[in-house]
Every structure is written in C-alpha cells, then in structure tokens.
C-alpha cells in the first residue's frame, strides 16, 4: 500500500510492536495530543458539510492550502471518541505540511494497519470515513489547481 | 446499592448505580481467588479502557474476546471458562458491567454471559457516560488479579437468543418483533442514516409485523434508564407488548437490541424475550425472506 512517506514510516513503526496492548498505549498518546480546530478556522456550531460521514464520534475537518501545503483540522465532538481523534491527530501529525499529491496517496485501509483488523463494523467505518474526507480535501485541491 | 428508581423495576437488583460502585471500589479490587464482585467495562471502542477506566476495573473485550475468531458465533464453553478464570472471576462472583455508548456494548456482553447461563450479573446504570459526567475518579493503571477456579456451564443459546429461522417461524405465528434501529432505517427509506455507519446490508426496510422502538427511547441524556412508568408507557401501552408473549428484538447487529433486551427483561419483566444478534446485517442480506419496505 502506498502511502504519505510519513504515515508509511509511521505504520512501519506500528509493524515494529507487536503487543497489542504496546500499540493501543501509541495510539492512546496520539489521542492525548490531540488538538482541537482552533477558534480563528472554526467555532461552534460546526457546519455539516465539514462533518465526516458515518463517524458516530461526530468528527469534523477543515482544510487550508497555503504555499503548496495542506494544513488540516480537526474536530472530535464525542468526547468517547477516543480513537476518532487518535487517527485525526496522527493524520494531523503526517500529513500536514505535505502537497495535495502526497496527501491524495492516503488509503482508508491505513486504519486496519494502525488500529488492527478486529474493529467493530461501526468503529471502522467512522475511522476509514476520516481518512476518506482527508484524502478527499487533497484530491479538490489538486482538480481546483488544475483548472 | 438502589436508587428509588431501581426498586420499581421488576428486577429490582439488576441495576447499580455509580454512586454505589464508587462507595465499594475497595470490593472490586479484591485478591480472593473468589472475590464477590468483579467490575467489568466493555467498550465498542478499542482505545477507551486503556485510555482510562473505573479503578480495579478489568476489560473484557466484546470483539476480542467474546466472538469466536472464524465463524459468525460466540466463543464456546471452554474459551468462555478459560476468558472468566484470567480475568479473576470466580465461582461465586458478581460482575458488574459498564461501558461506552449508553451501555450498549457492555448489555451485549451481558448477554452473551447469559448464554452460557452466567447470571450472577448486574449493570452500572448510566456506564462511562454518567461516570464521566459526574467527574468520577479514572485510572489507567491495568488490575491483575489471581486465576481462579470458574467452571463454565454449555452454552444454551435458546432461552435468550433467536436465529433466522426462529425469526421467521416468530412471524408466521404473529408474535411480536421490537426493531430498535432508528426510524428511518425501519421505514427502508435508508440503508444507513447520516452520521451513521452503513453496515452492510442489501435491502432496507424491516421484518414484517415488527414495532418500531429506537433503543434511545429507554434511556436519559446521562445514559441511565428512564423509570419504569415511562419504559410502561412506551412498550407496553403504546405498543401493545405483552410480558407474557414470546417477543424478538432486532437492530443491525444485536448490540443495541441488546440495551432493549435488557430493558424487556431486567426492567419490565418480560418473561419470554430474546435478541436477534444476526439483526439486520443477517435478514437484510438474506434471499427471499418477507420484508416490509413502506418507503417503496
């Protein structure tokens, strides 16, 4: 699977741990740094059509491209959801900062390399629903700069 | 250990709040080999437990532990034995669940310790949400406790669980169904709602004669239980269940029909109700079956 180079060393960093327990504790400490869509991008109530669909954590993003990089935002409503905002800060934290090219590389399946194979039907459909927007705001960005 | 609220209910011990779990911590994180309570969460999501749970809480993981690996089916008689004597809990142990979203995965793994006859059980009103909200103490720190000696019962599905043939022999006779999904997705106007997961099922709609009664019309904002006047009113007055008549509930894969089996059983003190875990992921998917669909 090719991916953003980031999120690739990432996963191969993931593949590194073996115990599930080890992995859970490095998505945890995703989570904890989570930060929210800061005021000046967005404030309550959020829109919907920044809402990620089929993510029951009520999970949002917004996106700037500036200089050729995309910045991405976040924001995770459900303050359950603690995996929906695990994946939101390391998709925050990999590709950030990259080119709408490398950006649009991001596959939904990245979700089963990081989280595992044996997420509820609903978790993983919210969770490759994320990495989908994200790819997809990168994926507008190119055919906008395009025409 | 009861609220007013839970003496009205026909099982008036079935339920504990978090007041009461967090008076008696000490009791859950006892080092007998047969300790009388044990506190179990039980989450959908993967991260939450690890990520801070109620102190001396174990995980009992609903995917993980609780499904057999290949088949669509619960683990068997000797995994559910070896699951119990791991996690500490003894032959005489109360186990008091709580969990993620309204309890519903934490009811699902209750009723899944039913199947193998495991009734020594109780749930935390409210779950994590009211935990939470009433600002209660968490800890990250992972409970080990002593092996013990848990001797598990077969497993007996037929009491408390329903598969599609039960389903579809419960329509010809006309006996009552409880879809516990939302409207929309009873009314086959979509698969899946907005902001929710499609789960994977071909046809829309629902299993003919069933009542529409979303599992959210049970409980409060805090994820507690309405009072029982109000779980009356709404199943069996304006619904017209009776506790006397075999009844099925359903919703797309038994989680939440789960959190309404509880509610018929435990709550109102139907006597002959069971979950159809197959739900709408199994009878959406299904060739030929009978379905209602007034949406076309």
Not at chain 2, 166 to 190: A, K, N, Q
Request: aromatic share 10%; proline share 6%.
């Amino acid at each position: 699977m090719e991916l953003p180079e980031k999120l690739a060393e990432l996963v191969n960093d993931f593949k590194l741990v073996s115990d599930k327990n080890e992995r859970m504790d490095m998505l945890i400490f995703y989570a904890e740094d989570f930060e929210e869509v800061p005021q000046e991008i967005a404030t309550r109530p959020f829109p919907e059509d920044k809402r990620v669909p089929a993510c029951e954590s009520e999970a949002y993003v917004w996106s700037e491209l500036q200089d050729g990089k995309m910045k991405f935002y976040f924001a995770v409503e459900n303050p359950q959801g603690i995996s929906a905002k695990a994946m939101a800060a390391i998709l925050d934290e990999t590709v950030s900062g990259s080119s709408p090219e490398e950006v649009a590389k991001l596959s939904p399946d990245v979700v089963y390399e990081l989280f595992g194979k044996n997420l509820s039907m609903g978790k993983s459909a919210g969770l490759t629903s994320l990495v989908s927007v994200v790819k997809g705001h990168a994926v507008k960005a190119i055919s906008e700069s395009s025409n | 250990m009861t609220e007013n609220k839970f003496t009205s209910y026909a099982n008036s011990d079935i339920l504990v709040s978090t007041q009461w779990v967090a008076d008696n911590l000490d009791k859950f994180s006892s080092d007998s080999a047969d300790p009388e309570y044990r506190l179990v969460e039980s989450n959908e999501d993967p991260l939450l437990y690890r990520s801070g749970h109620i102190p001396g809480a174990i995980e009992i993981d609903w995917t993980e532990d609780l499904n057999d690996p290949v088949t669509r089916d619960y683990i068997q008689k000797e995994a559910f034995q070896e699951l119990l004597r791991s996690k500490g809990i003894g032959p005489n142990t109360t186990v008091v669940f709580y969990g993620d979203k309204n309890n519903w995965w934490s009811s699902y793994a209750l009723w899944v310790f039913q199947l193998f006859g495991f009734d020594q059980v109780k749930l935390m009103d409210g779950g994590r949400i009211k935990w939470e909200l009433e600002d209660r103490e968490l800890t990250k720190e992972v409970p080990s406790y002593p092996t013990t000696e848990f001797v598990a019962n077969e497993r007996n599905d037929a009491p408390i669980r329903a598969f599609r043939d039960d389903v579809l022999t419960h329509i010809e006779s006309s006996l009552p169904l409880v879809d516990v999904r939302s409207p929309e997705e009873y009314r086959g106007e979509r698969l899946h709602i907005p902001g929710k997961p499609n789960e994977g099922a071909l046809r829309g709609g629902h299993i003919p004669g069933a009542r529409s009664i979303p599992w959210s019309s049970a409980a409060n904002d805090d994820g507690s239980f309405k009072p029982v006047e109000e779980l009356e009113e709404l199943y069996v007055n304006q619904n017209n269940l009776e506790r006397d008549k075999q009844t099925i509930t359903y919703c797309r894969i038994g989680e939440r029909s789960s959190h309404s089996w509880f509610v018929l059983k435990y709550l109102l003190g139907f006597e002959n109700v069971r979950n159809y875990d197959g739900s709408w992921t199994e009878y959406g998917n299904l060739v030929g079956v009978p379905i209602e669909n007034p949406s076309v």
